[in-house]
Nanobody, 129 residues
Framework: QVQLVQSGGGLVQPEGSLRLSCEVS????????IGWFRQAPGKGREGIAV??????????DYADFVRGRFTVSRDSAKNTVYLQMSRLRPADTAVYYC????????????????????WGQGTQVTVSS
């Protein structure tokens, strides 16, 4: 049984930083792609970052509006994926989710929700002064 357990999040001031964690069980990261999504109030869920495998190494991609501010990484020993968020803006306020599938690599569709089978419980990130 695949489970994703999220931690982190909370309230942060603009230009601050936060790190989210997603502990994965039931599938190893070498054989899975992990996506990060967020859903702001009144909006749909949007893909913001992804980490998977390619050519024996790690592959990553980001939505343009977080590129350069957010970094996705993983610790294979802990089977945990991280989303380090910096220079946060009020517009980043949302519930953040991690998601997993059984595909080692990803393609240009990684931002679509239906690319993933398993989801974390979500964690609130609020950026406000």
């Amino acid at each position: 049984q695949v489970q994703l357990v999220q931690s982190g999040g909370g309230l942060v001031q603009p230009e601050g930083s936060l790190r989210l964690s997603c502990e994965v069980s039931g599938v190893t990261l070498d054989y899975s792609t992990i996506g990060w999504f967020r859903q702001a109030p009144g909006k749909g869920r949007e893909g913001i970052a992804v980490i998977g495998n390619f050519g024996g190494g790690i592959d990553r991609d980001y939505a343009d509006f977080v590129r350069g501010r957010f970094t996705v990484s993983r610790d294979s020993a802990k089977n945990t994926v991280y989303l380090q968020m910096s220079r946060l803006r009020p517009a980043d306020t949302a519930v953040y989710y991690c998601a997993a599938n059984h595909n080692p690599g990803f393609n240009s569709n990684w931002r679509r929700e239906n690319e993933y089978v398993y989801w974390g419980q979500g964690t609130q990130v609020t950026v406000s002064s």
